[in-house]
């Protein structure tokens, strides 16, 4: 698109072209044409009368310009709040600066959740801030009030592409005290590349831990994706990692977890008979045990 239709698009189309726009700018951004375009932006990402999907556009679009100024982290902050990272903001839309990740385990569900999460999208925008104070300090709060594994590790990839040296503690900590487990090795890969790779490039890296982490279980139910393998990932998220004998029993596992999964993958018939016998009786426990949870904490 050129310049005026961009500017057309911007200031008098409809949403879903104004949309179409911005995803444009943001997929292939030219610094020169968004130089040319950061006071419509500016009006469509602090004015307040365009959507929340139009105004996070146009914020990524600033921070993609190289705009670091403080309003572009409030303005972040008064669309999304402290709970960056929320179901109710899952399939919001679709961002189609995402690039394609891989096919390392659990990558493509990585993929989905950052295409379609607003939150994930939010959390990579704020990695784009490098060397901003107050991006890695709203990143440390969001990290000390979560309990998921994996956003846990994207914030953890985050901080190192922001790489402010107020991050390195955190980094540090995950890195020694948690090795075994995948937020230790998103850290030593954060550490390794700190403030000199995007947050994409570490999430894709060779040294980037799978996200699913449920070796024996996916070798045993047959994939990523399938409900005991979403079970067990709810109950690692939920009841292990919020306590530090959790965690310990989340890095024993990640040590032992490869080979047995590789036990069963060469052995048809035991990985048949073991998912019959062992793992869908433990999944429905377990479930059980979570909804009830849920339940009386109600």
């Known amino acids: 698109m ?21 995803g444009e700018l943001n997929s292939h951004p030219d610094p020169n044409l968004l130089a040319q375009l950061r006071d419509p932006l500016s009006k469509l990402a602090f004015g307040g009368t365009a959507s929340k ?40 839309i679709t961002f189609p600066w995402v690039p394609a990740l891989g096919t390392t385990e659990g990558a493509s569900n990585l993929d989905f959740r950052l295409r379609c999460n607003v939150s994930y999208s939010v959390v ?55 090795s075994g487990s995948p937020e230790g090795k998103a850290a030593a890969a954060a550490l390794q590349r700190f403030g000199i790779s995007s947050f994409f490039d570490l999430v894709g890296s060779p040294t980037a831990p799978s996200k699913s982490g449920c070796f024996v279980v996916t070798a045993l139910s047959g994939g990523p994706g399938t409900a005991e393998v979403r079970v067990c990932r709810d109950f690692r998220d939920r009841v292990l990692a919020p306590s530090h004998v959790g965690r310990a029993l989340i890095g024993y596992y990640y040590e032992v977890g490869p080979k047995l999964a590789e036990f069963f993958v060469n052995r048809p018939l035991v990985r048949s008979l073991t998912r019959r016998i062992v793992l869908r009786p433990a999944v429905w426990i377990i479930a059980n045990c979570l909804y009830h949870r849920e339940y009386h904490s109600r």
């Open 2 to 22: 050129e310049l005026p239709e961009i500017l057309r698009a911007l200031e008098l189309a409809p949403g879903e072209q104004k949309l179409a726009a911005l």
């Open 53 to 92: 999907a139009v105004r996070f556009y146009a914020t990524r679009a600033l921070v993609v310009l190289g705009d670091q100024q403080d309003s572009v982290l409030a303005a972040l902050e008064a669309l999304f709040g402290e709970q960056v990272l929320s179901d109710h903001n899952d399939k919001m």
């Open 124 to 178: 990579e925008t704020l990695s784009r801030l490098r060397g901003s104070e107050r991006a890695a300090a709203f990143l440390k709060k969001l990290i000390d009030d979560t309990d998921g594994t994996e956003t846990r590790i994207l914030y953890i990839y985050a901080m190192g592409a922001i790489g402010h040296e107020s991050s390195r503690p955190t980094l540090e900590y995950f890195k020694e005290a948690m």
